[in-house]
């Protein structure tokens, strides 16, 4: 089975930290993405990755950056941490075989951030 | 724009009781159309996608969905739901604008009855 983690289940952080959260898979998958998702509003997609050191801005990338230093490894930075990136993160991975945007996405379990 | 509309929030059901929600979508091209499941505290689960073919696709945990392209819908059923169904439903479109994108909907939350 794909496995997709995340570093931690539960953050809180103080307004103007710098917070990185961490997102590994273990199947070699081309693609990473980071997704936010609040109440009423669905994932919305933050940034996401087809190889390594490469990245793509999704629907929502201010306040965000990311790196991709390693296949399996995307992480998501929060430069200045402020109150309304407080929400659950999500990262998902996916297969390139097969063309863009047709593969499954694989999710990990998801980090709930509260900036305070 | 790509969009992708579930109409209904939150929907409650009896158990045994059978499950429909709905999905559409709006794309410019043939849709990649998928249903993920997240189960409270979870991440999301694929429970079924179409690409092509026969547009009833079976899914996984007894759940199916049927591709509608005249009425741009893709609704998920479940002819007799469990408790352990209760969740959040989020339907999704791809790939947008050639990129290994997805655009999700804003979920339906399912609750149960016993």
């Known amino acids: 089975d794909v496995k997709v983690t995340q570093s931690s289940r539960y953050l809180v952080k103080r307004t103007g930290e710098k917070v990185f959260l961490e997102c590994v898979q273990d199947?070699?998958?081309?693609?990473m993405f980071w997704y936010r998702q609040d109440p009423g509003l669905g994932l919305r997609l933050i940034y996401f990755?087809?190889?390594?050191?490469?990245?793509e801005k999704g629907d929502i990338p201010e306040g965000y950056s990311v790196s991709r230093e390693k296949k399996e490894r995307f992480s998501l930075i929060l430069e200045s941490a402020s109150t309304n990136q407080t929400s659950m993160y999500l990262c998902?991975?996916?297969?390139?075989?097969?063309?863009?945007?047709?593969?499954?996405?694989?999710f990990g379990p998801g980090t709930r951030l509260t900036v305070l | 724009a790509q969009s992708v509309t579930q109409p209904d929030i939150h929907i409650t059901v009896s158990e045994g009781a059978s499950l429909e929600l709905r999905c559409n979508y709006s794309?410019?091209?043939?849709?990649?159309l998928f249903w993920y499941v997240q189960s409270p505290g979870q991440g999301l689960q694929l429970l079924l996608k179409?690409?092509?073919?026969?547009?009833l696709v079976q899914g996984i945990k007894g759940f199916e969905a049927e591709f509608k392209r005249s009425q741009s819908s893709f609704n998920l059923r479940k002819p007799s739901v469990h408790w352990s169904d209760a969740a959040e439903y989020f339907c999704?479109?791809?790939?947008?604008?050639?990129?290994?994108?997805?655009?999700f909907g804003q979920g339906t939350r399912l609750t149960i009855n016993p």
């Open positions: 990755s087809y190889d390594v050191k490469m990245k």
């Open positions: 794309y410019g091209a043939t849709p990649y």
């Open positions: 179409y690409f092509s073919g026969d547009t």
């Open positions: 999704a479109v791809g790939p947008i604008q050639g990129a290994q994108k997805l655009v």
């Open positions: 998902a991975s996916s297969f390139l075989a097969g063309g863009p945007g047709t593969d499954t996405q694989y």
């Open positions: 199947m070699d998958h081309e693609n």
